[in-house]
């Protein structure tokens, strides 16, 4: 798996998490401390994030993080 596929996939993941528990990009973004510019390019697999960002997002979803990682 390439770098940029693997980036996609995460943000996909991140998305499909997002979107089951009905929260929008924008209140992601605001939970996080981020720009909601930021939240889309994290989840169109634009950037490729940090760790402590990754755990932000965890934290808003109120997932593990390793959930990111499951196909």
């Given amino acids: 798996m390439t770098e940029a596929v693997f980036?996609?996939?995460?943000g996909k993941r991140i998305k499909k998490i997002r979107s089951q528990k009905n929260?929008?990009?924008?209140?992601l973004a605001a939970l996080c401390d981020f720009e909601k510019a930021s939240m889309?390019?994290?989840?169109?697999?634009?950037t490729n994030t940090t760790v402590l960002t990754l755990r932000?997002?965890?934290q808003a979803l109120?997932?593990?993080?390793s959930d990111f990682f499951i196909d």
């Fill in 40 to 46: 889309s390019r994290i989840e169109s697999g634009k």
């Fill in 62 to 65: 109120e997932v593990p993080m």
């Fill in 7 to 10: 980036l996609i996939a995460l």
């Fill in 23 to 27: 929260i929008t990009q924008f209140k």
């Fill in 56 to 58: 932000k997002i965890s």
